[in-house]
């Protein structure tokens, strides 16, 4: 019996993660998000995205449970939606330092970093390593990806 890509993705965390966070927008609303936006207005005034792919985004990501709707009703106004990180949302902070860190080392502006991550208690720069589970430090070059238990194979 040959694995199809369908099941093979259906396996892959990688393309399972792409399915909720693998359009451009998505990201940046997660950006948006880590500086306190929740508005559908703000995030589209911060990004300059077109209304109805950021309605778009949205949705995946609350569908994703990355975000999630919370009603809110300013005084005089109708019901709207604001849109939170959920746990889910929050842990994408490595994710984010890690393209922050190699879009500052591999894409540079010429500008200096956008922006840097600290330890909150402290304002002193931090940064993102493999460690081993006794805590030792590796150099990328130094970490294997192996397939593991979950692996298919590639499509025959």
């Not at 880590?34 to 949205?58: I, K, N, Y």
């Not at 809110?72 to 902070?93: F, H, I, M, P, S």
């Not at 990328?140 to 025959?156: F, Q």
Request: hydrophobic share 40%; proline share 6%; with cysteine.
């Amino acid at each position: 019996m040959t694995t199809t890509s369908r099941e093979i993705n259906a396996r892959c965390s990688v393309a399972r993660s792409l399915e909720v966070l693998g359009e451009k927008w998505a990201l940046l609303v997660v950006r948006e998000a880590f500086f306190g936006v929740t508005r559908f207005a703000d995030f589209r005034a911060r990004l300059g995205v077109a209304p109805d792919v950021l309605t778009a985004r949205l949705e995946t990501l609350v569908e994703g449970g990355v975000l999630e709707r919370r009603p809110y009703r300013d005084q005089g106004q109708r019901q709207r939606d604001e849109y939170v990180l959920t746990e889910a949302g929050a842990a994408l902070k490595t994710v984010l330092a890690a393209f922050v860190a190699w879009g500052d080392e591999h894409r540079p502006s010429g500008f200096g970093p956008s922006v840097v991550y600290v330890e909150e208690t402290t304002d002193k720069p931090v940064r993102l390593a493999f460690l081993t589970e006794d805590g030792r430090e590796l150099a990328p070059e130094a970490v294997a990806v192996l397939p593991g238990p979950g692996w298919a194979g590639p499509p025959a």
